[in-house]
């Protein structure tokens, strides 16, 4: 590997073709007419340099289910999507409720050395709801654990909710809440609403994610503490944020792309399979064609501020098999900034904005979220935005094979990425 390389005639961020060096791990210089004896040259014609993306939201599955995804896998999947920092989701086996298993998810994300794997915190002992986790101790560690969720399970319990946003005042932290009331969705099978009720599947209610949504921002707004939202995914969570936001409330939240392009419809057939074909399982469900509207424009507003993929990989007897016992989840990484792309268009910015800088503040990531830019580090990824690409499952980086997008013709390819300098994605293939 080369220790300097000259991108030529990349646009930044949507600007004006120019060139960039980068050296010992940072952006050297910017400008047009580069030269640079030695450095390996990269051709970025036609390309545009975005700071490397950040996901809020990847489940990574180690420990305990390295058959769907390892953080080494997930890392590479990550990397060839264009991320350089992931949060891993704490819903592991074990749970990443403790110092120890967070430290051992950071040093394997180091190992893998793709991506920067920061490890999230369960809030309760096991998910189970009943008792706060070791929040100071996580937050000691050298995993630096900032963000705080039971992701998969709603932290239901309100004195609980209140006693975590409470802690993690101490030290910055931030609890990330999966936005679900466990009385009004059990059973629950899909969205709740007209195709539920045709295709005979116990509906998951908007009311049961926006109720939660609403006491939470109250509960943040009480204690003087931050809240981020998973995954929101109905159009009456919009105008609980906006209302939220409104007021001064310290909250963030998220969209995942399938949220913003998919919808309820689809359980009933589509180009991947159905009717019910369990790679349309996800929780929270896809929604209405209404709720995607809402959830675009709140994107493009920054009532919502960050796209997070929800990355959930599942071995395939967890989602080949009937649709009420298929795992929720779906694919991300290796499709998320083509699907962004296809859903906002060519708005650089924006794409940045809510993919890379915004989740970098949200996570706490001080290194990652920064424009290529003199003195910064080389940490960004060249896209081409004129490819177009078929998405085929078994071309994928994942251990996973559940993409809801299989076949599917969408915009938009990674071409590199570099971490501090060093590219984990030449050429549009990982390097190791
Ligand atoms: N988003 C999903 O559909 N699945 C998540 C957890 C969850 O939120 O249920 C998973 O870990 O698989």
Not at 47 to 72: F, K, Y
Not at 353 to 369: K, V
Request: hydrophobic share 45%.
């Amino acid at each position: 590997m080369s220790d300097s390389y000259l991108i030529k005639g990349v646009s930044v961020v949507g600007g004006k073709p120019t060139d960039l060096l980068v050296r010992d791990g940072v952006v050297a210089e910017v400008g047009p007419g580069l030269r640079a004896a030695g450095a390996a040259v990269v051709d970025g014609d036609g390309l545009v340099a975005l700071p490397g993306l950040v996901d809020l939201h990847t489940h990574l599955r180690e420990p305990g289910r390295e058959d769907a995804e390892t953080v080494e896998s997930g890392s590479r999947a990550a990397a060839l999507g264009g991320y350089t920092a992931v949060c891993a989701m704490a819903n592991t086996s074990p749970v990443a409720d403790t110092a120890g298993v967070v430290e051992q998810v950071w040093r394997l994300g180091r190992e893998a050395g793709l991506v920067d794997v920061q490890p999230i915190g369960a809030v309760t002992v096991g998910l189970a709801g009943e008792h706060l986790a070791e929040l100071g101790a996580m937050a000691d560690s050298t995993a630096t654990v900032r963000m705080f969720s039971d992701d998969g399970h709603c932290v239901a319990d309100p004195r609980l909710m209140r006693r975590a946003l409470e802690y993690v005042k101490a030290f910055g932290g931030v609890i990330a809440q999966h936005a679900e009331e466990p009385r009004l969705t059990e059973g629950a099978q899909m969205h709740e609403g007209e195709v539920s009720t045709r295709l005979g599947l116990t509906g998951w209610p908007a009311v049961a994610e926006e109720a939660i949504i609403a006491r939470d921002v109250l509960l943040a707004e009480h204690v003087g503490s931050r809240l981020h939202v998973c995954h929101t995914s109905t159009a009456g969570s919009v105008a609980v944020l906006r209302h939220a936001k409104a007021r001064g409330v310290a909250v963030t939240a998220e969209v995942t792309p399938h949220h913003l392009l998919l919808t309820d419809e689809l359980v009933g057939g589509g180009p991947a399979g159905g009717p019910y074909d369990p790679v349309y399982k996800v929780n929270p469900p896809l929604r209405t064609a209404a709720d995607v509207a809402a959830l675009r424009a709140a994107l493009a507003e920054g009532v919502i501020d960050a796209v997070a993929t929800d990355h959930a990989p599942h071995a395939v007897e967890d989602k080949e098999c009937e649709w009420a016992y298929a795992r929720p989840g779906m694919l991300g990484l290796e499709t998320a900034l083509s699907v962004v792309l296809d859903v906002l268009g060519p708005e650089w910015d924006l794409i940045a904005e809510r993919m890379s800088r915004t989740p970098a503040r949200i996570a706490g990531l001080a290194e990652h979220g920064h424009d290529p830019a003199p003195g910064r580090p080389a940490t960004f990824t060249l896209v081409d935005p004129a490819a177009r690409r078929r998405v085929e499952p078994s071309e994928l980086a994942s251990r996973s094979r559940n993409t809801p997008y299989a076949g599917l013709e969408l915009p938009g390819r990674i071409v590199a990425t570099f971490l501090r300098g060093e590219p984990t994605v030449l050429d549009g293939k990982a390097v190791r």
